[in-house]
């Protein structure tokens, strides 16, 4: 890397160096000096709408926008002169002639933070708390510095009605001042299109075409404009009156494999509120619906689970937790091994995977360690292994110059993986979409193909053999698909890197199998990468940890040579004695028993009553670590204590397994698991790079599966209804479950007009 | 997409400067931009609809609704506004049940306002499709509107 010469520039007096192409603002900010604006974004162009950062320049006619103005060598700066200060504040007056200035100009306004002790004011108590923004406002803070204190101008007042009618969060369009960030976040960071400018001059307002909710209007609801606006027009539903958070805690999302990081906001022992991280390089703070807006309603439910309990004739009665302990470890004892079950989540942290996985074998016994997500995929099981194990880094589809996407859509999830797409679609990579219905890529793909499921294996199957003889030699298409075949090979031949993209209603279709196979040989024979987009959260965890029958920890970790995955073959039409669900909330896909412990922090979603209730805690209640997709070890921190008697899995294990065999199991904390999978599974905790697999013999896959229930191409549980630890979003989340319904009835006015 | 929207689509190329030279001659095709239009566009170009909507409610040149088969014309110029244009107005979205820029239900009227005819004499002046009405009254524009059909 060449040095970049420093500039000598004066600013204020000061004689500073500062970095080359970058604009005075920029250069002032990173100096330390600070100037005004409420319209730029770090992240975006300039864009010079506010006028509030004007400085005066030696030699520049009048008063350029500092954010649009590159700097230059020798340039002498003034940013705070007499003159800047009173155009910027009457400026300022002109940006709040349109927005209710009760909170920034009144006589009670220094006292009113500390105390609130008027009577004149609405709300003795409440202070006057019209504007979910109050002591976090950007507009307030900037009045402040600007140090404008009375306004000469009437505030004129929209008289909007607010908008609450969508999930997630409400706006107030009273309240804008039109800096247009949400907008440019939206079209140029989200590459989404939701919001734009409609009308010009006064008339002007922020929304959806033709008066669209944003529902129908293809929002994702990511939140990105919430986080940008700088006065409380956009306000989140779930977190707008609690004010500012005490802390934030920085964590991992367990809601799919992507691993975004996530700014935990706790104030009062409570998750309030979710913000993305832009400095992390997997998702560069592009998080979606359930990362930003899911987490606060689903872990401070009311449903959630707070004391053990076990099942009676006449209902289910408290117990302390040495009760439940003993009440488990009576049932686990003396039960032959093959008469028990222990089901784990894949959205369990490698800690807590670990540990179950020790517990099933050294203490129960047994292998049967198994999870939902493995009759999802019933003996197509070893073929998907095999790809999510060399699946690509989420960075490859920046270098693209060809992404086929078969059955993905990232509106609501998958988000820094769906926006990576559409950038290199922007940018001029050839972008294809192969789906049943309109997808959220279409938008920018060159071509987007829409055809039943069933159909998708046979043209990337056309699309595979018209690639690999290079347009030689004869390959049976179906006539209506020749010339798209021919035209699409051509530059998907031509291209670099190419990368195929499976998403989730791929995986879930009949034709899985076959689109399997056709991707490996996409892989294996022409260079493509592959990448799956599935529902389990921390599989490659789960394979890591050996929390996977016949696999010991580490066994999947690249060691040189490939592995066989031999299955034992789990018949769930026969009944147990025993079974242990850990984070499974669904119950189609476990066998009829006599008892059922329910270890999770939400109750069942099913008819079957749970025999023992073991309450845990949740992924911001615990610390740990889980695998995303590309094999990234990410760090889960505790931002709250537990709810109630809630406790991690591992102490669950533990316990019972103390009662049980004492001695095999004495973790005192999350450290000590660590160490134990340090010593277990080598270069695990290994640092930046992401855990290598050992690729997957997929040619044996053995029929392992019996009694398994009826699956109709679509999954009943992790599809396309997300989930955390076995329960749907939709049932705990009120703005999940809108957008649930939402998603049901246009799909069925979709197929109508079909 | 019906096959107009895709002869114009077709002249033009799939870049997002060609939107505006595309509005313009949907709405030269179709006489306004519909939601429809807005959605083949959008699919072509590969911009948001909303952008689209946005871009093209900037310019007073696009409509979003139908016209009518006659479109009426107020005139709300400084003369005309003086002389009772305000009060035609009113009358016709009241009689129409029609705000200003919209379309009868049955497509019969489209009532929309213009500054100025530039025959303030006659004020104030009502224009139907090509016909100027002078110095019109409540009571005479009543009468005239029955002879459109």
Redesign the interface.
């Known amino acids: 890397m060449t040095r970049e010469k420093k500039l000598k520039v004066t600013i204020d007096s000061r004689e500073l160096e500062v970095r080359p192409n970058t604009t005075i603002l920029q250069a002032a900010r990173e100096s330390d000096v600070y100037i005004p604006s409420l319209c730029t974004l770090e992240h975006l162009p300039s864009y010079g709408a506010c006028r509030l950062c004007i400085v005066e320049v030696d030699g520049l006619r009048g008063y350029p926008t500092s954010c649009t103005t590159p700097i230059e060598e020798g340039m002498v700066i003034r940013t705070d002169t007499t003159e800047l200060r009173s155009l910027r504040q009457e400026i300022l007056k002109l940006l709040l002639s349109e927005h209710p200035a009760s909170c920034l100009f009144c006589e009670e306004h220094d006292e009113c933070k500390e105390f609130q002790g008027t009577i004149r004011k609405v709300g003795v108590t409440t202070g006057c708390r019209y504007c979910p923004n109050d002591a976090r406002c950007e507009l307030q803070e900037i009045t402040e510095k600007v140090g404008l204190t009375e306004t000469s101008y009437p505030v004129y007042y929209r008289g909007f009605s607010v908008e609450k009618y969508d999930p997630f969060y409400d706006r107030d369009y009273n309240l804008c001042i039109l800096c247009g960030r949400c907008v440019r976040v939206c ?1 140029s960071v989200r590459l ?9 001059g006064k008339l002007t307002t922020i ?4 008066d669209r909710t944003h529902l129908e ?2 929002c994702e609801f990511c939140g990105a404009c919430v986080s940008v606006c700088p006065t409380g027009a956009l306000s989140a539903k779930v977190s707008k009156w609690y004010g500012k958070p005490d802390t934030q805690v920085t964590t991992t999302c367990v809601y799919c494999p992507v691993g975004c990081r996530l700014e935990l906001q706790v104030k009062n022992n409570e998750v309030i509120d979710v913000l993305p991280n832009y400095d992390s390089p997997i998702d560069r703070g592009l998080i979606c619906v359930k990362g930003r807006f899911a987490i606060p309603e689903y872990v401070l439910s009311p449903e959630r689970l707070g004391t053990p309990s076990r099942l009676t004739p006449v209902g289910y009665e408290v117990i302390s937790w040495d009760q439940a302990i003993d009440e488990a470890a009576k049932r686990l004892r003396g039960t032959k091994p093959e008469d028990k079950l222990v089901m784990v989540s894949p959205q369990l942290s490698n800690e807590d995977l670990f540990v179950a996985q020790q517990f099933t074998r050294e203490v129960l016994g047994s292998d049967a360690v198994i999870s939902s997500m493995m009759i999802d995929l019933g003996d197509d099981l070893v073929p998907f292994l095999e790809l999510v194990t060399s699946s690509s880094t989420f960075d490859t589809i920046e270098d693209a110059r060809g992404v086929l996407a078969v059955g993905f859509d990232s509106t609501y999830g998958y988000s820094p993986v769906g926006i990576r797409i559409k950038k290199a679609g ?1 940018e001029g990579a050839l972008l294809v979409t192969l789906g049943a219905c309109d997808s959220n890529l ?4 060159e071509t ?1 193909f829409q055809m039943e499921p069933p159909q998708w294996a046979e043209f990337l199957g056309s699309l595979v053999d018209y690639l690999a003889r290079g347009g030689k030699g004869k390959v049976k298409i179906r006539k209506e698909w020749t010339s798209d075949i021919e035209r699409i090979s051509r530059i998907f031949s031509d291209s670099s890197t190419n990368i195929l993209v499976i998403g989730q209603e791929a995986i879930f279709s009949s034709g899985r199998r076959e689109i399997f196979e056709k991707a490996r040989t996409l892989r294996d024979k022409l260079g493509w990468k592959i990448i799956v987009a599935h529902p389990y959260t921390n599989l490659l965890g789960m394979l890591a940890m050996g929390a996977f029958p016949g696999a010991k920890p580490g066994e999947f970790l690249k060691n040189g040579d490939a592995v066989t995955v031999d299955l034992p073959v789990i018949d769930l039409a026969k009944r147990k004695k025993v079974v242990y669900l850990i984070g499974e909330g669904r119950f189609d896909t476990i066998p009829d028993c006599d008892y059922l412990i329910y270890q999770n922090g939400l109750p069942p979603v099913a008819s079957r009553q749970p025999d023992l209730i073991l309450p845990a805690s949740l992924f911001t209640e615990s610390s740990g670590t889980t695998t995303n997709g590309e094999g990234r070890v990410l760090k889960i921190e505790k931002a709250t204590e537990p709810f109630m008697d809630a406790k991690p899995d591992w102490w669950i294990f533990n316990r019972i397994a103390e009662k049980l065999n004492k001695g095999k199991l004495k973790y005192k904390d999350v450290a000590a698991v660590q160490a134990a999978i340090k010593k277990q599974v080598k270069g695990f905790y290994g640092g930046r790079k992401p855990v290598e697999f050992a690729r997957i013999n997929a040619e044996r896959a053995t029929k392992w599966l019996r009694g398994a229930p009826k699956q109709e191409g679509q999954s009943s549980g992790a599809g396309n209804n997300p989930s955390y630890r076995g329960i749907p979003l939709a049932r705990v989340v009120a703005g999940m479950k809108a957008i649930d319904e939402w998603v049901n009835t246009s799909l069925l006015s979709d197929k109508e007009a079909q | 997409m019906p096959e107009p929207i895709r002869t114009i689509l077709a002249k033009h190329s799939r870049e997002p400067d060609e939107l505006i030279p595309v509005l313009q001659d949907v709405q030269k095709e179709y006489g306004y931009i519909s ?1 429809e239009s ?1 959605r083949g566009i ?2 072509y170009l ?10 093209s ?2 310019y007073a040149q696009f409509r ?1 609704t139908e016209p009518g088969r006659h479109s009426v014309k107020v005139c709300l110029g400084t003369a005309c506004h003086v002389r009772g244009g305000a009060t035609l107005l009113e009358m016709l979205e009241r009689g129409l049940g029609i705000h200003c820029g919209e379309t009868t239900e049955d497509k019969r009227f489209g009532l929309d306002r213009v500054a100025c005819l530039g025959c303030c004499a006659l004020s104030p002046v009502v224009q139907i499709d090509k016909e100027i009405y002078s110095r019109v009254t409540v009571n005479k524009l009543t009468e005239q509107l029955k002879e459109y059909e």
């Open positions: 079209n989404n299109g939701t919001l734009s400018f409609k009308q010009r929304g959806p075409a033709f209007a293809g922007r279409d938008m920018l793909s987007a | 939601a807005v959008s699919k590969r911009i948001s609809e909303n952008t689209i909507y946005g871009v409610s900037f979003f």
